[in-house]
């Protein structure tokens, strides 16, 4: 008798679906899910190399949301400037993303928050994960009261 590997669980696949609402404008989301406006020109919502820093933003935070909960330092209020630096070069792909979070909660400190962005940022999140390796990425952390 020989043993094998425990089966690893299957995913099931992402499934996103776009309607082109005129001109650069399309709305994506789940199927009979939520929607999010796309616009190519940036007016009536955010561009698609926007969407993708926020991707990357709202990814990363979720782990440190829940790193700090199990912490036992939940946050108290989170937000994420992110600055996103592109090439001249077409297609205009980013080369550099600095994420610049703004946390507070009782009992965070620095070095704790920042253990938790890295965490996030090399090891859990799969937007991060998914993007080129040769895009430098980069976080600060101000704790507030």
């Known amino acids: 008798m020989t043993a094998r590997a425990p089966a690893q669980a299957s995913t099931k696949p992402s499934r996103i679906h776009v309607d082109w609402v005129g001109g650069h404008r399309f709305d994506a989301g789940r199927p009979n899910g939520p929607t999010a406006r796309i616009d190519g020109e940036g007016e009536t919502g955010q561009s698609p190399p926007e969407t993708l820093l926020s ?3 709202t990814c990363v935070s979720y782990d440190v949301v829940d790193i700090l909960a199990k912490q036992r330092t939940p946050i108290e209020s989170l937000e994420i400037d992110v600055v996103g630096e592109r090439v001249d070069t077409v297609p205009r792909r ?3 993303i600095t994420l610049n979070f703004h946390i507070s909660g009782k009992g965070i400190e620095k ?10 940022a090399t090891k859990y999140c799969s ?6 390796a040769d895009i430098e990425i980069e976080w600060t952390v101000a704790i507030g009261a």
Do not use: W
């Not at 070095?111 to 996030?120: G, N, P, T, W």
């Not at 937007?127 to 080129?132: G, K």
């Open 55 to 57: 991707a990357l933003a």
């Open 94 to 96: 980013y080369k550099h």
């Open 111 to 120: 070095e704790q928050a920042l253990r938790a962005i890295e965490l996030s």
């Open 127 to 132: 937007v991060r994960d998914s993007l080129r």
